[in-house]
């Protein structure tokens, strides 16, 4: 007997709400994602698409969120956030409702659907007769108010919300099941195809900046940007404004390999370097994949629920060591600000982007806060030089001094 294996391309992972036809791609869990545009909302899921259903509700207004259980259309206040976690200032904001029946949770939350980001979050009575489990396991039928429901950005997200999402990617060789417990760890096959790919390219041994014909490579880095005379300082000093006012800090260097193929936004694969105490603007990705390799040196990575002016506080903060990989796709990990925080050492790493097969339109920019922290602006993935005429020049200068 032949079976064939199922690809998780083949899954519907989400769907606008129309083409959910207003119901959960799966009974009784799923996420529903919205945007509100500063008007109060509310999303209720049901066993029926009558008026008179029973269920669960999460309703948002000016100042609070609430959770409410339907029973026949009475309706009972089961939990309130506290206050200013309604409406947000950003009104691009985007809202997302999680229901899982198989763990009896009901979480609200902002931004990306992740535990990190949860607002509030609501444990249902499992002993309560009200709430028999297999009636809430059959609830599908989605209900919005005070949103335009055909709007395209409203989805519906296979998943529930439940396990803070791991960053490191580890080999098949190097995970225990001590990590896969606590959630320390994941494999590249659990990713998207897409960063699947991209770590193919990168996780290998040989995929290092240091090589046998020139093992110098990252002192001879660090000594240009120390150098005056270096080609890195040069180039540093003028991309003091890349970002906005004058941040000398504010800088670091992109160095691509091979070309733009369409896939991707700028060129897919980026040598950046990262001076002791430089950092990136906060930014997004382009809705891109993305796999990222420390290749000599530490980052430290904050990640954002968001990229808004009103969110600048990080919801996750976590240091990559040489060798560690980390990842991003469409809907997580995609907004982070990336600083050298080790006052000795310059930081290099390889960045990888590839678009969503399926998508028919790229957005070609990252979007970032400028260093005046009260602007969005556009940034098109640029090159500051070819990776092969940069281990050149490095060659020529390491071999005068």
């Avoid at 580890?170 to 896969?180: H, K, N, S």
């Avoid at 004058?246 to 990262?274: C, D, K």
């Avoid at 290099?348 to 602007?375: A, M, P, R, V, W």
Wanted: overall charge neutral; aromatic content about 10%; some cysteine.
């Amino acid at each position: 007997m032949i079976i064939k294996k199922l690809q998780n391309k083949n899954w519907p992972v989400s769907r606008t709400l129309l083409e959910a036809d207003w119901k959960l791609i799966i009974k009784g869990q799923g996420t529903v994602v919205l945007p509100s545009e500063n008007h109060p909302f509310s999303i209720y899921l049901s066993n029926s698409r009558t008026e008179n259903f029973s269920g669960f509700g999460l309703t948002v207004d000016e100042n609070h969120a609430s959770f409410y259980h339907f029973d026949k259309g009475k309706k009972t206040l089961l939990s309130n956030s506290e206050r200013g976690t309604g409406l947000d200032p950003d009104r691009e904001c985007l809202y997302w409702f999680s229901f899982d029946s198989f763990n009896s949770c009901l979480r609200y939350g902002k931004g990306e659907q992740r535990q990190q980001t949860t607002i509030m979050k609501y444990l249902m009575p499992k002993s309560s007769a009200e709430l028999d489990s297999n009636w809430i396991k059959s609830i599908e039928h989605i209900h919005i108010c005070g949103v335009n429901p055909e709007a395209k950005e409203i989805r519906v997200w296979r998943e529930p919300v439940t396990i803070e999402p791991p960053l490191l990617i580890l080999p098949q060789d190097a995970i225990a099941m001590e990590m896969v417990a606590k959630y320390e760890g994941t494999v590249a096959e659990n990713l998207t195809s897409e960063c699947q790919k991209l770590y193919a390219n990168v996780a290998g041994k040989q995929f290092q900046l240091n090589t046998p014909d020139f093992p110098c490579f990252s002192d001879a880095i660090e000594k240009s940007i120390r150098d005056p005379q270096g080609w890195c300082y040069q180039t540093l000093r003028k991309k003091a404004e890349e970002f906005g006012k004058t941040n000398s800090n504010a800088t670091y260097l992109r160095i691509t390999l091979g070309m733009n193929q369409g896939e991707s936004p700028g060129i897919p694969y980026v040598l950046e370097i990262w001076p002791s105490g430089h950092y990136s603007p906060i930014h997004n990705h382009a809705g891109a994949n993305a796999i990222i390799k420390v290749l000599h040196g530490k980052i430290t990575v904050r990640l954002f629920n968001m990229l808004s002016i009103a969110h600048q506080t990080p919801f996750k903060t976590v240091i990559l060591q040489a060798g560690d990989i980390t990842w991003i796709t469409r809907r997580l990990n995609q907004t982070h600000q990336l600083h050298n925080e080790d006052p000795n050492s310059v930081c290099i790493t390889i960045q990888c982007y590839l678009y969503n097969i399926e998508e028919n339109s790229h957005y070609e920019y990252f979007d970032y806060i400028d260093n005046s922290g009260k602007e969005i602006r556009h940034f098109f993935p640029n090159s500051d030089m070819d990776f092969l005429d940069f281990k050149e020049q490095m060659k020529q200068e390491w071999q005068r001094r």
